[in-house]
Structures are given as C-alpha cells and as structure tokens.
C-alpha cells in the first residue's frame, strides 16, 4: 500500500508530532493534580527526561506514545513505506527506553510507563480508571510498572 500522502505532505505532519504536552500527557497530569500530586515536568537531571517526576516518592513517569515506542496494541502499526528506516528507529527508542530505565533504577527512581493506548483509542479503559491506577502506584512501593489498556483485570 502506498502512503497517501506526498513526501513533503508526511514530512510536514511528522514534523507536528509534539516531544512533550501531549494530550494523554496533558490529560494525565490535569488528573493527578486534581488528586492533589504535585510533580515536576520533563526534569533534565533525569535520565529519559520523565513526563512526570514526583519527587517526595522518587517516582518518574513516562506517557510514551505507541507508535513511536513500538508498544504491541492496535494503535501501533510499522508504516508501509520507508519500512526499514522505521524499524531501526523504533528499535533504537526502545533501546534508549530500556537504558533510561535502568539508569533511573540505578538512581534510586521507581519507574512507571503509561501507554498512550490506556488514555485514547477505542479499547481505552474509563479515565477514572487509569488514573486510579497510576495513583495506586504512586503510593505503593513497587519498583517499575506500566499501564497498557488490556492489565488482565
């Protein structure tokens, strides 16, 4: 299947794909702090620069996008053009991830993945869900967790 789009056309709306303020991220931090967490954002002194930092729980989080993580759910699909450049790509931010991680552990952090997945997309769990989860983690003492929308639960 041929992209839909010119060359010009892709490079211009992968050039709009936010780094950061997303709106899963956005949707994520207006609901913790609602809870009332206070956090830090994007806090350069961590490896991975974390979405969300809380510092008084030494907890880091990450709202990574499917797509460009390479998670395994439906909203995460290897374009059909320029495939082998992609491939390499995803593989290398999942590389940096895992690093990241593991450098943040080594610091003492605990580490929490949400996956764009558990905040849009029509197998979404409800909102409410989600971020009873994430705050359940925030208060519990595990090390590293992630929330995808099919948890088993």
């Given at each position: 299947?041929?992209?839909?789009?010119?060359?010009?056309?892709?490079?211009?709306?992968?050039?709009?794909?936010?780094?950061?303020?997303?709106?899963?991220?956005?949707?994520?931090?207006?609901?913790?702090?609602?809870?009332?967490?206070?956090?830090?954002?994007?806090?350069?002194?961590?490896?991975?620069?974390?979405?969300?930092?809380?510092?008084?729980?030494?907890?880091?989080?990450?709202?990574?996008?499917?797509?460009?993580?390479g998670h395994d759910c439906p909203?995460?699909?290897?374009?059909?053009?320029?495939?082998?450049?992609?491939?390499?790509?995803?593989?290398?931010?999942?590389?940096?991830?895992?690093?990241?991680?593991?450098r943040l552990h080594r610091s003492?952090?605990?580490?929490?993945?949400?996956?764009?997945?558990?905040?849009?997309?029509?197998?979404?769990?409800?909102?409410?869900?989600?971020?009873?989860?994430?705050?359940?983690?925030?208060?519990?003492?595990?090390?590293?967790?992630?929330?995808?929308?099919?948890?088993?639960?």
């Open positions: 299947m041929t992209d839909v789009h010119t060359r010009q056309q892709r490079s211009f709306n992968m050039s709009r794909i936010r780094r950061k303020d997303t709106k899963p991220e956005m949707q994520l931090r207006r609901g913790l702090h609602a809870l009332g967490f206070r956090y830090r954002l994007h806090s350069r002194d961590l490896a991975g620069r974390p979405d969300i930092v809380l510092p008084k729980y030494r907890a880091a989080i990450f709202v990574n996008g499917c797509f460009w993580h909203l995460f699909v290897v374009p059909q053009t320029n495939t082998r450049f992609w491939t390499k790509k995803i593989d290398g931010n999942r590389t940096r991830d895992q690093r990241n991680i593991e003492g952090w605990r580490v929490l993945t949400v996956w764009e997945c558990a905040l849009k997309g029509k197998d979404r769990p409800p909102f409410e869900q989600v971020l009873e989860e994430v705050a359940g983690w925030i208060l519990s003492a595990d090390d590293e967790s992630e929330i995808p929308p099919d948890r088993g639960g």
